[in-house]
């Protein structure tokens, strides 16, 4: 167990591009314990990458993962991911192959294999390993009303309630597992903040707004008993298949919800383009030890920020919220699905790199 403990003032979200070997294989169709063995070979050296660029918390890149949330799901009870071709949740020109549907009562079981998933990260690094997973409004948000099967969660408290306490599971069997650093990927706090999802939310008999307060009491459910020595991070975006997006909008509506009526410790935060709103909503974070991870670099594109322009967005920042409450991420991760960015290997260890160049200099520390 390192001693390195969260937050750091150099972070990120979570996935990276997947080591070439793992694409081909699962190109190639392998899966179970043929395709294992390539991960468990290539991992590795995706966790030493990021240990070589100076940061000080790490995590497996999502490599076993297809899709940053579809993979937790479907390892649920009562929940699994079928066939269905969609459009791909409104990212253009896309379309994918799965959706999930809820079959029977929510549960997260014992046996569930991102816990063995985070277990080989921590046995492979002397920093702090990490795993992300999707946060609860995940499940409402994606599951379709007509695709749950469960009649009770047809009323809504009793349904969040249920997915409320699958997570409450989850967070103590990671901590059991030995993490002490939990990220949830909890984007829709960010989706919701943009008209067109209100609209659509709104078109399904959904208060955009209500659903704001009921996934904040949801996620503060799931982690509020954790032990005090377990750091809760939390991140959103607005959509990140293959360099393309889907939601535009600030953080206005989401802000005191996720601030102040949720007790998480770290915000990785969404900023790399004015599709993010400005930075004014910073300014609702209450004085403290909460953190704010600043996305101002973007994973979508290769080009590296500036580093004069990344200095300047944090002093525009700190007119709302303190320097010593601040650190720095990219935006969000750099292969939210398998399929990757838009970017190469080099292009990424180069954001990574500027990921800790610049918090080196701000703060004198990664």
């Not at 890149?61 to 269905?84: K, N, P, T």
């Not at 990140?240 to 007790?263: E, L, Q, R, W």
Request: glycine share 8%; aromatic share 10%.
């Amino acid at each position: 167990m390192t001693d390195l403990k969260p937050p750091f003032r150099a972070d990120h979200v979570g996935s990276l591009l997947r080591p070439t070997a793992i694409a081909k294989a699962r190109a190639n169709g392998l899966s179970g314990d043929a395709l294992r063995e390539i991960e468990d070979r290539e991992i590795p050296a995706l966790i030493k990458m990021q240990e070589e660029v100076g940061l000080k918390v790490v995590t497996d890149g999502e490599a076993r993962r297809a899709y940053w949330h579809y993979d937790f799901m479907g390892m649920l009870d009562g929940l699994e991911i079928v066939s269905a071709k969609s459009d791909a949740h409104g990212f253009k020109g896309a379309t994918i192959a799965d959706a999930p549907i809820i079959t029977g009562p929510l549960d997260f079981p014992e046996d569930h294999p991102m816990l063995e998933h985070f277990k080989f990260v921590a046995s492979h690094t002397n920093v702090c390993p990490k795993i992300s997973i999707p946060g609860p409004s995940a499940i409402h948000f994606r599951v379709k009303p007509e695709d749950n099967a469960v009649e009770t969660y047809k009323d809504d408290e009793t349904y969040f309630t249920a997915i409320a306490d699958t997570y409450k599971k989850a967070v103590k069997a990671f901590y059991d597992a030995g993490c002490r650093y939990l990220q949830l990927d909890d984007i829709f706090f960010a989706y919701l903040g943009d008209e067109k999802q209100r609209e659509i939310r709104a078109a399904m008999g959904q208060d955009p707004d209500w659903l704001i307060d009921r996934y904040a009491w949801m996620l503060n459910e799931a982690i509020k008993d954790r032990p005090a020595d377990m750091t809760i991070g939390m991140h959103m975006c607005r959509g990140n298949f293959k360099s393309t997006f889907v939601a535009s909008g600030g953080y206005d509506a989401a802000a005191d919800a996720i601030f102040n009526k949720t007790s998480v410790d770290v915000y990785f935060m969404e900023y790399d383009t004015d599709r993010a709103g400005g930075l004014e909503p910073l300014r609702l974070l209450p004085k403290g030890n909460k953190r704010i991870m600043a996305g101002f670099i973007t994973t979508k594109t290769p080009e590296l920020e500036d580093s004069d322009w990344l200095k300047s967005k944090f002093d525009e920042a700190s007119k709302f919220v303190d320097m010593d409450q601040l650190g720095i991420a990219p935006q969000c991760g750099f292969a939210s699905t398998d399929h990757g960015n838009d970017l190469t290997f080099d292009d990424q260890r180069r954001k990574l790199e500027l990921v800790v160049n610049t918090a080196v200099s701000l703060w004198g520390e990664a």
